[in-house]
Nanobody
Framework: VQLQASGGGLVQPGGSLRLSCVTNRFTLEHYAIAWFRQAPGKERKGVASIGPTDDTYYIDSVKGRFAISRDIDKNTVYLQMNSLKPEDTAVYFC???????????????????WGSGTQVTVSS
């Protein structure tokens, strides 16, 4: 399974970015996809995930600011990030959760395949 993340960049606090994770239709139809992030010197942690039935899950610190969605026709999962804060700065990765793992069970050990990372920097 291939996943390609993109969309990162430098943005001021309060700004917005939209990340994209391109995969294939079969993966989107059968697996939950999650976004993780890893700040320098810290562990990679889940941020948001979406399942094959469009059920979603967010960690508390991004609820109301981030929105995960997917477009089956474009084979893409998006992470819309609004009201960005300096503490959101990290490399963001997308990954497929293991078959049968639901979005609320996203964690590092439940990822079957990792995509590339994209750097998000929130700074004035």
């Amino acid at each position: 399974v291939q996943l390609q993340a993109s969309g990162g960049g430098l943005v001021q606090p309060g700004g917005s970015l939209r990340l994209s994770c391109v995969t294939n239709r079969f993966t989107l139809e059968h697996y939950a996809i999650a976004w993780f992030r890893q700040a320098p010197g810290k562990e990679r942690k889940g941020v948001a995930s979406i399942g094959p039935t469009d059920d979603t899950y967010y960690i508390d610190s991004v609820k109301g600011r981030f929105a995960i969605s997917r477009d089956i026709d474009k084979n893409t999962v998006y992470l819309q990030m609004n009201s960005l804060k300096p503490e959101d700065t990290a490399v963001y990765f997308c990954g497929t959760l293991l078959l049968g793992i639901t979005p609320e069970r996203m964690n590092f050990d439940n990822v079957g395949n990792w995509g590339s990372g994209t750097q998000v920097t929130v700074s004035s």
